[in-house]
């Protein structure tokens, strides 16, 4: 069996703000308005085709988004009440998205069979992905892979462990630690049902050991248990990226040309896995959010059990609304969260935390000459060298970059954290990872249309080699007669 190291090479250490919202219990809340519910940016694939009409009634756990491609995920609605539009909204990640609208009519009455309990043990494995997939459950980390699909490898015995990750490294994000302390039995639960459907896996809760509380608790809720265990992990930042918490785990590597399960691993977020048992286990698909609203430009921050569709603004109010008007506002933490223009935003399946920061830290800073300290070297949990990249794409040479496998970069932020220069490392780095995504993409494009003009061709040529022919034994079908 293989064993982990408990950490990474790489990776930094910033000021994690936690000491905001980990002691202070979830706080379940009801929207006021209407509900959005975007058909894309809530999963990664197709975006959801929505099943719904302007003026139908709909209930709590109605389908209103169905997945429209294999990799894409249904999307099912929060609040009863009656569609209200159809139309583009903005969204967290900036992007104007169509979205089912919904005036919530308070009543919150549930779809027939939503909240049923089921015993997993007497499920077929095709019937819990099924269950999976029906109650449209994503990986909730932040990048909302849908989770039927990671859950269906080519090959069920080739998976050995099954990792819960509930490190939590983003800074000031604590709505995963409250979640293993208010619903440990969900979370441990959850593990149980996908660990059953791989018969050589066993289950790992990865925690790191800045939250002895959450491993002391969860230690004991897997006592007795034949495949669980808790694994502890040093902190560090990024320690819950995907690459870096299987090797933590495992001691096995993977790069961006492989899956987790290439190495015998799958690894779901633990709000995933809690989502995961309320799908099979209760029927109830994923609707809510745990989101960590904190910083401190906030009065009273907080974490708040959120309907999904609910507008970011809405929440202000349980914590008292701003103390100050905030220079910045993300969506996530501030290592790898998105700024907001406006709150008039929805929260999504893989909304985490509305960080709002008194002064924005980056606009402080101002960027200097390039000194070549190597201190982002050092940090890379990727193990690449940001100074060589960062070179190519000032200069826009994405060849060069792909050499320095920047491709292989997965945005954490670290290199930029610690760059005396205060270089926008990371920001350089997202624009020639989308240049280059975009490249192949058009050079893909661009195959598959010649293909498709040589197999054209090649068809009208053959065509016409065989019309003369068709008219000879025609002709001669007509003399004979």
């Known amino acids: 069996m293989s064993t982990g190291t408990g950490t990474f090479q790489g990776g930094v250490h910033p000021y994690d703000g936690k000491d905001l919202t980990k ?32 003026g139908d009634k709909v209930l709590v756990g109605q389908r209103i988004g169905e997945a429209s491609g294999f990799i894409s995920a249904h999307i099912c609605s929060s609040v009863s009440g009656t569609v209200k539009a159809i139309e583009p909204r903005l969204t967290p990640s900036s992007a104007m998205v169509e979205s089912v609208v919904i005036e919530n009519d308070g009543q919150y009455t549930p779809a027939p069979g939503v909240g ?29 892979f849908p989770t039927h699909v990671k859950l269906t490898p080519k090959d069920d015995n080739a998976i050995e462990y099954i990792i819960a990750n509930c490190a939590e490294c983003e800074p000031y994000l604590t ?18 049902v996908i660990v059953s459907l791989f018969p050589n896996a066993r289950g790992l809760i990865a925690i790191e050991d800045n939250k002895p509380e959450a491993i002391a608790l969860l230690q004991e809720k897997v006592k007795g248990e034949e495949k669980l265990e808790v694994r502890v992990l040093k902190t560090k930042y990024p320690q819950g990226s ?7 785990c495992t ?19 633990c709000d995933t896995v809690i989502a995961v048992y309320r799908a099979v286990c209760e029927s109830t698909p994923l609707m809510r959010r745990v989101v960590t609203v904190t910083g401190d430009a906030v ?30 506002v993300l969506s996530g933490g501030p290592m790898m969260g998105v700024a907001q223009t406006s709150l008039d935003v929805p929260v999504t399946k893989i909304s985490s935390a509305l960080l709002c920061m008194e002064k924005d830290p980056v606009a402080q800073c101002e960027s200097t000459h390039y000194i070549r300290c190597g201190r982002c070297v050092a940090a890379c949990p990727s193990r690449l ?14 060849e060069g970059f792909q050499k320095l496998n920047g491709m292989e970069c997965f945005e954490c932020g670290a290199c930029t954290y610690v760059c ?4 926008r490392l990371t920001q350089a780095f997202k624009q020639s990872r989308q240049a280059v995504q975009a490249a192949r993409r058009k050079a893909q494009a661009e195959a598959q249309a010649a293909r498709a003009k040589a197999e054209a061709e090649e068809k009208a040529k053959a065509e016409a080699a065989s019309k003369p022919a068709a008219e000879a034994e025609k002709k001669e079908g007509g003399e004979k007669a």
């Open 385 to 398: 060298v940001p100074q060589k990249m960062y070179e190519c794409s000032t200069r826009g040479d994405l």
């Open 251 to 269: 001691g096995r590597k993977i790069n961006s040309s492989m899956l987790p399960a290439d190495a015998g691993c799958i690894v779901d977020n």
């Open 299 to 328: 009065n009273k921050p907080r974490n708040l059990i959120v309907k999904t569709g609910t507008l970011y603004s809405e929440l202000l109010e349980y914590v008292d609304g701003f103390k100050c008007q905030p220079e910045k």
């Open 420 to 423: 005396p220069a205060k270089l």
């Open 242 to 248: 995907e690459r870096q918490i299987i090797y933590a």
């Open 175 to 192: 709505s995963d630690y409250r979640m293993m302390l208010e619903e440990p039995d969900r979370l441990v639960g959850g593990l149980k």
């Open 23 to 54: 002691d202070t219990p979830c706080l379940a809340v009801l929207p006021k308005g209407e509900v959005v519910f975007p058909m894309a940016q809530q999963h990664l694939g197709a975006p959801s085709r929505p099943v719904v009409a302007v």
């Open 116 to 144: 049923e309990k089921r015993d997993y043990t007497q499920m077929s494995k095709e019937e819990i992905r099924e269950a999976i997939k029906n109650a449209g459950v994503v990986g909730m980390g932040g990048a909302g």
